[in-house]
């Protein structure tokens, strides 16, 4: 049997009292305020952070405070008993909900076991929304809903259930309604135990159990109903017993299988309440360690052996080898680089070594830190289930695997979306140009949707993004965190280039000197992929027409080809390379030959392949008064836009459309003009498309650089 690194540390909770969990929503649902009332509710806090006077636990840096929105996932540790089952440890993860920080969403759902989806009781499902779901959904991450803000005007906890059915999945079960709604919000009626519970105290801290009020009986019956027909579906013997009249259901049984088919993703169960009033949080925390998964309740973790390749899986025990996954590295003025990381096996004491396997390198771990938001704690050991964080590692990065050395393994990495816009950036001073490259790396590595890159033809220094704010947040943490004033340049969208067509090209590169000289022959042929496929480079030599240690030096002369582009000078994407032919010299060919070689072919072979430039589109909902609706949809329609479809919210008026990022620039200005103040929009990137002609020209000809 294999064994782990120490076999004897104590556990202070055990394995299955563990729940490692994300608040997921669109932006402005109330993830941060729920996530508040959690830590006053379980004691971890002694004040309820406010959003509005910049207060809050979780959003501890300054530019949140000042936006009053999340910009960064932030972890925390608390502990919640439930009647019955007794002391839990959750480990949250509080994530941001603009999209131009999608990334920290999706690399807190890799390394967690269940999430909370927060929905604003007036929107309802709303696009940020759909896209976390769906991010949920990539990483099979079982889920519970919590219909929140329902004290407001205009909330509805029936249309937002039917918004859930409707975009996100018919699977959802409602385990609680409101006694009342907007101003007459008094509480929430479990329909398991049908039980009225009131929220009392000057926080809502006190819950008193009431028999339902006579006028909502017959609404809770029927939605009870519905709950256990739909729970008793998904067991046989809880099915049996249903359709007996004569025997019945315990609430114990009905949260069993409750439980199991939440786990499975077979249904989703929907609370509701207002986190801002204290209403509805303490039952959220017990549905939490009820529905949601312990470590030990899902699969084993799938990762492979560096060295032969083969499939290995690791279960989730304490007697396992050790194995983690680092998912988020972060800039702290006081102890320097943080490394979080999810420990998926075994357990681990600080002052040993773990084998990086990604790079093939060892790292001591010095210190273990127990996070709580931008406060930290150290703790001796690490055990199967934790989230956590050390200090001081020079080469692990994010989507990393951390491992005991005598049995390596390498857990799948995290992908993260391509950057759609950039600007150039200098420091106000040159002296600062090299202080400026190291902070931004500083950036890079905390954020890997942040890119870094030189204009190899005038030496700016250009970085990428995933939004206007995502930059705009950039420059002020250069100013704020490295005291660096900089110039930027206006927002440029980030263009690519693909090909239309399949074509073949020949690359030779031939130099004779007085001594060696070069050579480097090549046959490729090209040929365009679905979008969104991305690259794909095929090996077809055979007989060692070419040897093999050159083929990798090819692929890369390939790539570097690629990124400078064939029409306006754009990275390309979305096609397939196949290396077919060519040719050697004993004693002139190197690797640099082959990769020049390689790169003339490529863009020989493009520019015969019908290039094209594409541009990102977005996906926008733009929410109005109904006498605006005319104004900006021609508005809309002068961008470039496709209106979707127009809907009903409310007393207002709600647009979807796709439109080109391009037309989107100072959009907010141009909406307030039009709505007197009163539109608001969202959007986030939907996917890439081509240029039309005349607009593909005045890029060409350099009128949009």
């Known amino acids: 049997m294999l064994k782990c690194l120490y076999e004897s540390m104590p556990r202070i909770y055990p394995i299955e009292k563990i729940r490692d969990i994300g608040i997921i929503a669109h932006i402005d649902a109330g993830k941060t305020t729920v996530t508040e009332r959690i830590l006053f509710y379980t004691g971890i806090t002694h004040r309820i952070g406010n959003i509005d006077k910049g207060t809050t636990v979780m959003d501890w840096m300054i530019q949140e405070r000042e936006r009053g929105i999340t910009i960064t996932s932030a972890a925390t540790t608390c502990f919640w008993a439930p009647p019955i089952v007794g002391a839990h440890r959750i480990n949250i993860i509080d994530t941001p909900g603009h999209i131009d920080f999608t990334a920290e969403v999706q690399r807190s759902l890799r390394v967690l076991d269940g999430a909370v989806v927060v929905f604003d009781g ?202 983690a996954l680092s998912f988020k590295i972060a800039s702290d003025p006081y102890v320097g680089s943080l490394t979080y990381f999810r420990v998926y096996s075994g357990q681990f004491k600080r002052g040993g070594y773990l084998l990086n396997t990604n790079i093939g390198t060892k790292e001591r771990i010095g210190r273990i830190l127990r996070i709580h938001a931008n406060q930290r704690e150290e703790v001796q050991e690490l055990f199967t289930g934790d989230i956590a964080a050390t200090v001081g590692l020079k080469s692990t990065g994010t989507g990393h695997t951390l491992c005991d050395e005598r049995f390596p393994i390498v857990l799948e990495q995290i992908s993260f979306p391509e950057p759609v816009i950039s600007t150039k950036i200098e420091p106000k001073t040159k002296i600062e140009q090299e202080k400026l490259v190291l902070s931004l790396r500083r950036l890079h590595d905390e954020d890997p949707t942040f890119k870094i890159k030189t204009d190899s033809e005038t030496g700016e220094t250009i970085i990428s993004g995933m939004g206007e704010l995502h930059l705009e947040i950039i420059v002020d943490r250069l100013k704020r965190e490295f005291g660096l004033e900089t110039n930027v340049g206006r927002p440029q969208v980030a263009y690519k280039e693909t090909i239309e067509a399949t074509a073949e090209a020949e690359g030779k590169y031939i130099r004779q000197s007085g001594g060696r000289g070069q050579y480097g022959h090549v046959w490729l042929k090209t040929e365009p992929k679905k979008r969104g496929e991305g690259f794909e480079f095929i090996d077809h030599i055979k007989g060692g027409i070419i040897p093999r240690e050159f083929i990798p030096a090819i692929e890369k002369g390939v790539k570097e080809a690629m990124e400078k582009g064939v029409v306006a000078g754009y990275p390309m994407v979305d096609m397939k390379v196949t290396l077919y032919d060519g040719s050697f010299h004993e004693v002139d060919s190197s690797e640099i030959a082959f990769k020049i070689a390689a790169s003339q072919a490529l863009q020989e072979a493009s520019k015969k392949s019908k290039p094209q430039i594409l541009e990102p589109i977005m996906k926008l909902e733009v929410v109005l008064s109904r006498e605006f609706l005319g104004d900006v949809i021609g508005d809309l329609s002068a961008r470039r836009g496709q209106i979707e479809e127009t809907k009903d919210r409310i007393n207002t008026k709600v647009i979807e459309a796709k439109i080109p990022l391009a037309k989107m620039f100072g959009y907010a200005t141009s909406l307030r003009s039009l709505t007197q103040g009163r539109g608001t929009f969202t959007m986030e990137f939907s996917h890439y498309q081509e240029v039309p002609q005349n607009i593909a020209k005045e890029i060409i000809e350099g009128k949009r650089r």
């Open 122 to 323: 007036v929107a309802g499902v709303e696009p940020q929304s759909e896209t976390v779901w769906r991010q949920a959904d990539k990483f099979k991450v079982p889920r519970i809903c919590f219909i929140n803000k329902l004290d407001r005007t205009g909330a509805s906890f029936e249309k937002s259930l039917e918004s859930i059915w409707q975009k996100l999945t018919p699977n959802a079960v409602a385990l609680q309604i409101p006694i009342g709604q907007e101003s007459n919000l008094k509480g929430v009626i479990d329909l398991l135990e049908m039980k009225a519970l009131k929220f009392e105290g000057d926080f809502g801290e006190r819950v008193v159990v009431q028999e339902i009020p006579e006028n909502f009986k017959k609404e809770a019956q029927g939605w009870r109903s519905k709950l256990v027909e739909k729970i008793a579906a998904e067991d046989e013997t809880l099915l049996n017993k249903y359709l007996s009249s004569q025997q019945t259901i315990s609430i114990q049984e009905l949260r069993k299988v409750l439980r199991q088919a939440t786990i499975n993703y077979r249904l989703v169960p929907v609370f509701c309440g207002s986190a801002l009033k204290d209403k509805g949080i303490q039952p959220l925390l017990d549905s939490i360690v009820y529905y949601l998964p312990s470590p030990i309740d899902l699969p084993p973790i799938e990762g492979t052996n560096p060295k032969t390749g083969e499939v290995i899986k690791r279960k989730p025990s304490d007697l396992e080898p050790f194995s």
